[in-house]
T-cell receptor
Framework: TQLLEQSPQFLSIQEGENLTVYCNSS?????LQWYRQEPGEGPVLLVT?????EVKKLKRLTFQFGDARKDSSLHITAAQPGDTGLYLC?????????????FGQGTILTVHP | NAGVTQTPKFRILKIGQSMTLQCAQD?????MYWYRQDPGMGLKLIYY???????DKGEVPNGYNVSRSTTEDFPLRLELAAPSQTSVYFC?????????????FGPGTRLTVL
């Protein structure tokens, strides 16, 4: 069974601060995704990283996939209250996994004005 | 497109009652999934389907059943509700591409079993 350990579980910061969320596994994934979920809604995809060592930027968000494709990080620069939400990483094993994803436990981010 | 829709939004059941959570997608996606989300536990896969007539168990299938008679619909059945099934249930769909699998989620059904 593949597991994804996400940390920290909770993050409470002030507007303007930087933060990093980590997603680690002992298993190799063919791709890794980051989702954001707001209260009362389903998760929405932010980004997919596919290649080991890949870095993707989405405005103030930077996503990195580890060289060995076992870990990933999400870095937010100058956090804003609108960034508040639950962030989930999800790994895709590829091959005959029928698109199934393994999700981390999630990081609840609160950005205070 | 409406995307993925789920009904009902909220439901309270008594122990032993049965119900069906409805899920539909209008994106012509082959793959569909049912997850449950408990606080601090992320999303756990209950059942999935790779096409009409084909379903398989996920990580936590006990107490649930599914069917997939059409590409669009993927209902989840709870036969004998138990307090342990109190959770938020999400349906998702995807059209897998090589190396990735973006999943599109519905808004969820919040179920309480008393």
């Amino acid at each position: 069974t593949q597991l994804l350990e996400q940390s920290p579980q909770f993050l409470s910061i002030q507007e303007g601060e930087n933060l990093t969320v980590y997603c680690n596994s002992s298993s190799v994934f063919s791709s890794l995704q980051w989702y954001r979920q707001e209260p009362g809604e389903g998760p929405v995809l932010l980004v997919t990283v596919v290649t080991g060592g890949e870095v993707k930027k989405l405005k103030r968000l930077t996503f990195q996939f580890g060289d060995a494709r076992k870990d990933s990080s999400l870095h937010i620069t100058a956090a804003q209250p609108g960034d508040t939400g639950l962030y989930l990483c999800a790994g895709h094993a590829g091959g005959t996994s029928y698109g199934k994803l393994t999700f981390g436990q999630g990081t609840i981010l609160t950005v205070h004005p | 497109n409406a995307g993925v829709t789920q009904t009902p939004k909220f439901r309270i059941l008594k122990i032993g009652q049965s119900m069906t959570l409805q899920c539909a997608q209008d994106m012509n996606h082959n793959y569909m999934y049912w997850y449950r989300q408990d606080p601090g536990m992320g999303l756990k896969l209950i059942y999935y389907s790779v096409g009409a007539g084909i379903t398989d168990k996920g990580e936590v299938p006990n107490g649930y059943n599914v069917s997939r008679s059409t590409t669009e619909d993927f209902p989840l059945r709870l036969e004998l509700a138990a307090p342990s099934q109190t959770s938020v249930y999400f349906c998702a769909s995807s059209y897998p591409q090589r190396g990735t699998n973006e999943q599109f989620f519905g808004p969820g059904t919040r179920l309480t079993v008393l």
